[in-house]
T-cell receptor, first 114, second 112 residues
Framework: SQQGEEDPQALSIQEGENATMNCSYKTSINNLQWYRQNSGRGLVHLILIRSNEREKHSGRLRVTLDTSKKSSSLLITASRAADTASYFCATGPRSNTGFQKLVFGTGTRLLVSP | KAGVTQTPRYLIKTRGQQVTLSCSPISGHRSVSWYQQTPGQGLQFLFEYFSETQRNKGNFPGRFSGRQFSNSRSEMNVSTLELGDSALYLC???????????FGQGTRLTVV
């Protein structure tokens, strides 16, 4: 079963607008990773944020992490039609220290219209 | 650096058959993990291998098995296929725990 939930489930915006997706999880974590998936293909790694970090940037992406609220957000600025995809958060639970096991959220479907 | 390679990309099998999927990780990565993605259950962890040892297994029946070779390439096997096994199977490669996990393009398995 999935640990995380993402909000909203679906988001529709115009090119140039910003898109914000939120992820909530249930247990203590070592890290949280965000991924993009196009049309049921492979997952593209976007960014990893560790539990001792609060914010990370990568190009047009900004990720925040609030471990006290067990939540993270992904902001895509100046969105483009090519950003249309599903976005997933995945946590590395602290209980799994020593091995790699990701627990995925339910995903947000983003549609960016030209 | 080459990415994670999964083969084949698509498979159609009949109920009761077995199937083997392959994953070649990024060079230098010793951890390979497998995930199943379905519309109903989303992305679920199957198992993880590191240096040829299975370190963790998800909540799947024994029909799902895997192995890892000395060159870190991994295979997963599903025996006695059921219709519900139809899914996208994804493999992830990483240097170890608490590092980035990079995924392949997946193998789309259809059981008829």
């Amino acid at each position: 079963s999935q640990q995380g939930e993402e909000d909203p489930q679906a988001l529709s915006i115009q090119e140039g607008e910003n898109a914000t997706m939120n992820c909530s999880y249930k247990t203590s974590i070592n890290n949280l990773q965000w991924y993009r998936q196009n049309s049921g293909r492979g997952l593209v790694h976007l960014i990893l944020i560790r539990s001792n970090e609060r914010e990370k940037h990568s190009g047009r992406l900004r990720v925040t992490l609030d471990t006290s609220k067990k939540s993270s957000s992904l902001l895509i600025t100046a969105s483009r039609a090519a950003d249309t995809a599903s976005y997933f958060c995945a946590t590395g639970p602290r209980s799994n220290t020593g091995f790699q096991k990701l627990v995925f959220g339910t995903g947000t479907r983003l549609l960016v219209s030209p | 650096k080459a990415g994670v390679t999964q083969t084949p990309r698509y498979l159609i099998k009949t109920r009761g058959q077995q199937v083997t999927l392959s994953c070649s990780p990024i060079s230098g990565h010793r951890s390979v993990s497998w995930y199943q993605q379905t519309p109903g259950q989303g992305l679920q962890f199957l198992f993880e291998y590191f240096s040829e040892t299975q370190r963790n297994k998800g909540n799947f029946p024994g029909r799902f098995s895997g192995r890892q070779f000395s060159n870190s390439r991994s295979e997963m096997n599903v025996s006695t296929l059921e219709l519900g096994d139809s899914a996208l199977y994804l493999c992830a490669s990483s240097a170890g725990a608490n590092t980035e996990a990079f995924f392949g393009q997946g193998t789309r398995l259809t059981v008829v």
